[in-house]
């Protein structure tokens, strides 16, 4: 995927995306030790898991999206983290 996927970034996350020739999308989170303690790494999972949730809404078939959270990430908040989500999943829509 990071040879040969293709990448969005935002302010707090890395988005590497390629074609997965499956019928559904597949999503990935990474939350690495250096946003925070297991308490931070879990809570930016949850927020990463509901807005993608709420953001996909099925646009994406046939896609292996991997969601890389960056350090910061848990200062942000639900909302902005949502926003830099949707943004991303944007700019992966409109890419050919």
Request: aromatic share 6%; net charge positive; charged share 25%.
């Amino acid at each position: 995927m990071q040879r040969n996927g293709r990448r969005v970034r935002t302010a707090h996350l890395i988005v590497l995306f390629q074609g997965n020739g499956l019928g559904s999308a597949r999503f990935g989170l990474t939350v690495s030790r250096k946003v925070g303690n297991a308490v931070k790494r879990n809570r930016v999972k949850r927020w990463l898991r509901e807005a993608i949730r709420r953001g996909h809404g099925g646009r994406f078939d046939g896609l292996d999206v991997v969601f890389i959270a960056r350090s910061g990430t848990p200062v942000v908040g639900f909302h902005a983290l949502k926003a830099e989500v949707d943004q991303a999943l944007d700019d992966i829509e409109g890419c050919p």
